[in-house]
């Protein structure tokens, strides 16, 4: 699903993406540490990490938007739980950029965000499609008691 106005279908094409980016971004806040503490200790003993320790893979150019997601996560709203990437963060980012890239990071920037918001707020309910309003709303639900 495409936030901004004015546009079609066509968000939807950055899916196989945004799989890969969700699947490095679950991997790194469920085994980041773990990883971590095995790179030490290999490194410590001139050792191999344990292939099972291994990040997934990013596709070819687009290790660079997982950094960004990181980057563009200092921009949340934090009160009762946490908030989206405000839309307005994502716009500043892709600036110049061609209508059909800039439609792909935000879908893949989207898609990443409601895993790390459905972490970061303890639930088990993705944030609801629409605008960014009502994914911080449904995000914080659960603390808010509804």
């Not at 004015?6 to 790194?28: D, F, I, N, V, Y």
């Not at 150019?61 to 946490?82: A, H, N, P």
């Amino acid at each position: 699903m495409c936030w901004r106005s004015g546009r079609g279908p066509g968000c939807q094409e950055g899916r196989g993406s945004g799989g890969k980016l969700t699947a490095a971004l679950r991997w790194s806040l469920d085994h980041h540490d773990e990883w971590k503490a095995a790179k030490e200790k290999a490194d410590a003993e001139d050792a191999d990490i344990p292939e099972a320790l291994e990040p997934p893979e990013i596709m070819d150019g687009f290790g660079g938007w997982y950094d960004d997601f990181w980057r563009l996560s200092t921009e949340r709203q934090i009160g009762m739980g946490v908030g989206p990437i405000p839309q307005s963060a994502i716009d500043r980012h892709v600036a110049g950029w061609s209508d059909e890239d800039a439609d792909m990071f935000e879908f893949c920037i989207r898609e990443m965000d409601g895993v790390f918001l459905m972490r970061a707020n303890k639930t088990e309910e993705a944030p609801a499609p629409g605008n960014p309003m009502e994914a911080f709303r449904s995000a914080t639900a659960a603390r808010r008691g509804k």
